[in-house]
């Protein structure tokens, strides 16, 4: 692409008759070997993906299997106490009026909502962030 691109930008200007000439034959040509390598690197490609999906994703030999052989490896600090009932966070979005699943709902089925006001500049603070 680097060499097509130069040889556009060679072609800019005054030329006489036959410099123009080789160069947009030149060009054709690069361009021409442009699509097969392009067509080439997709074939490769998609053949990498492919051989990709067929690497099994191991879970490491010391890793339970099921939650019944599950174990706590390390408890850092202690567990909060409140003095009142926590609330999980769809309770706490719904009473500050900054989540809304009935509308999401109704517009795009269950299990949908849609942020409101600080809680949308929130989540844009939280995409720019990272």
Do not use: C
């Not at 993906?49 to 067929?54: A, L, M, P, T």
């Not at 191991?58 to 019944?68: A, K, S």
């Amino acid at each position: 692409r680097s060499t097509r691109n130069d040889n556009s930008s060679a072609m800019k200007g005054k030329l006489d008759a036959g410099t123009r000439q080789q160069l947009i034959a030149k060009g054709q040509q690069l361009k021409q070997q442009l699509e097969a390598v392009e067509a080439n690197l997709l074939q490769v490609e998609n053949a990498l993906q492919v051989e990709g999906q067929r690497i099994p994703n191991l879970t490491h030999p010391d890793v339970p299997i099921g939650e019944d052989q599950a174990t706590v490896l390390a408890t850092v600090g202690s567990q909060r106490a409140f003095d009142f009932e926590p609330k999980d966070h769809v309770a706490v979005g719904e009473a500050l009026g900054i989540i809304d699943f009935e509308t999401a709902a109704e517009v795009s089925g269950s299990k949908f909502y849609y942020l409101k006001g600080a809680a949308t500049l929130l989540e844009l603070a939280l995409v720019n962030w990272a």
